[in-house]
């Protein structure tokens, strides 16, 4: 070989050497050469971004602009695809689209943008199960209640329980459609003056105190005492269940609740509809709140802090401070609603969700849809939230507020989230099979 092609090999290899570090350096710094077309020169060598991202659950498949996001440029396979949790670093900037796949479940798509030298985080992104539904029991449409520890549902429409362990069903002698209400820290349900207790296939016929009287039936959780009210008065079945106490007397009392030795009732005067509050121990009267005359007032009682009181009429709720009947909120056209935190509740009216601050007196709008809504679910860790409509189950993940259809089908009603165990239970039409069906949500 000649010197001249000795020499043009050695300054050669140097060039090369020289340009490699060049490049090589640039890289690790951040920089990359966009060689997009057209070619745009004052932004062929730009700095990049980084993805932060995650799921719930992990191991999910990274798409950015439909292209799977690999370990390493040479990787040929599925294998050596990226999934979350991961940092993909020495992204151009600009816009994309990220999709997340994971086997069985519904694929997660959404905009981000990528800014040059920075990280955009994508983080507890949540992925729902693409599964049907089991079914638990043949029923007709009606309010699900379910105990605290998930192991007993009672379907009122059927006036039956279900043992949600081995699927052993209860049928009670009580009217169809009465509201039940679970027994807090207990598997025990009280409904129409009854105390059912389907582990030991037990009752307690508390309405053989007072008789033929038609009543309304109350348990306080609060006080673990039962009231019922005969339209005349409200009384107190004491803890021996023989002894009753009469509290309050006199007026006509539509509806009422116990909470800590204050008797909350809504009272009817002449055309006057009145909430008025009492003491349970004195039936002293405390305070009162002028109500709308036309209405149909119902009590919920909820694990929450506030007097729930709802005008099904008027789609109108009202929650009171107990301490101070003078500090209380109204939301009008609410069709239901779920408890956030002690001062945040996400409601639903036919085409929009929002959420209502008690302590500012303000409504956020969530997002707005194409159907009208039926009902409407919290998850007590705050990363989704499901809403429902006659035909469609929908996760709305509350970071993203990205939709997802978790299930379609027919005459879709009363769904009941299992927080501890992520199931979702609702009644629905399946093929020829009407019933409550269960779907593990993650």
Avoid at 77 to 87: F, I, N, R, V, W
Avoid at 167 to 187: D, R, V
Avoid at 321 to 343: F, L, Q, T
Wanted: with cysteine; charged share 20%; aromatic share 12%.
């Amino acid at each position: 070989m000649s010197k001249a092609a000795r020499d043009f090999l050695f300054f050669s290899f140097v060039a090369i050497f020289i340009i490699m570090t060049v490049l090589i350096s640039l890289y690790a710094s951040g920089y990359k050469f966009n060689l997009s077309w057209p070619l745009k020169f004052n932004r062929l060598l730009q700095k990049t971004g980084m993805l932060n991202i995650s799921t719930l659950p992990k191991d999910a498949t990274i798409f950015l602009n439909d292209k799977p996001q690999k370990k390493s440029m040479f990787s040929i396979s599925k294998k050596d695809y990226t999934t979350t949790p991961a940092k993909i670093k020495n992204i151009l900037p600009g816009e994309y689209i990220l999709r997340l796949e994971r086997e069985n479940y519904w694929p997660f798509e959404r905009k981000i943008r990528i800014e040059s030298g920075q990280t955009t985080f994508a983080e507890d992104i949540n992925l729902f199960l693409s599964n049907l539904p089991l079914l638990i029991s043949l029923s007709a449409p009606g309010n699900l209640t379910m105990n605290e520890n998930g192991k007993y549902l009672y379907l009122a429409t059927e006036g039956k329980i279900v043992n949600l362990k081995n699927g052993n069903e209860f049928t009670l002698e009580t009217n169809k459609n009465a509201p039940g209400h679970w027994i807090k820290n207990s598997n025990k349900l009280f409904i129409d003056g009854k105390i059912l207790d389907p582990e030991k296939d037990e009752e307690i016929d508390l309405t053989i105190l007072i008789g033929q009287k038609k009543a309304i039936w109350h348990y306080s959780n609060f006080d673990n005492l039962i009231y019922y009210s005969d339209g005349l008065s409200i009384n107190r079945i004491e803890s021996d269940n023989r002894t009753i106490s009469t509290i309050i007397k006199g007026e006509e009392y539509l509806n009422f609740e116990s909470r800590n030795e204050i008797m909350f009732a809504v009272v009817k005067n002449n055309n006057q509809i009145t909430l008025k509050s009492y003491s349970a121990k004195t039936g002293e009267k405390s305070g009162q709140i002028e109500l709308p005359p036309v209405g149909d007032y119902i009590f919920k009682y909820e694990d929450s802090k506030y007097i729930c009181l709802y005008d099904q009429k008027n789609l109108t709720l009202y929650l009171i401070n107990p301490a101070d009947m003078n500090d209380y909120s109204v939301i009008r056209g609410i069709k239901s609603w779920s408890w956030i935190n002690e001062s945040e509740i996400i409601y639903n009216n036919d085409w929009e969700i929002n959420i209502f601050n008690i302590d500012s007196g303000q409504s956020t709008l969530i997002t707005r849809v194409s159907e009208v809504i039926n009902n409407i679910i919290w998850h007590k860790n705050g990363l989704y939230f499901i809403f429902s409509t006659d035909n469609k189950i929908n996760a709305v993940d509350t970071q993203t507020r990205i939709v997802t259809t978790i299930f379609q089908s027919e005459n879709i009603a009363y769904p009941l989230l299992d927080e501890k165990n992520n199931f979702l239970y609702f009644y629905s039409k399946i093929g020829n099979q009407p019933g409550v069906y269960k779907m593990l949500l993650q």
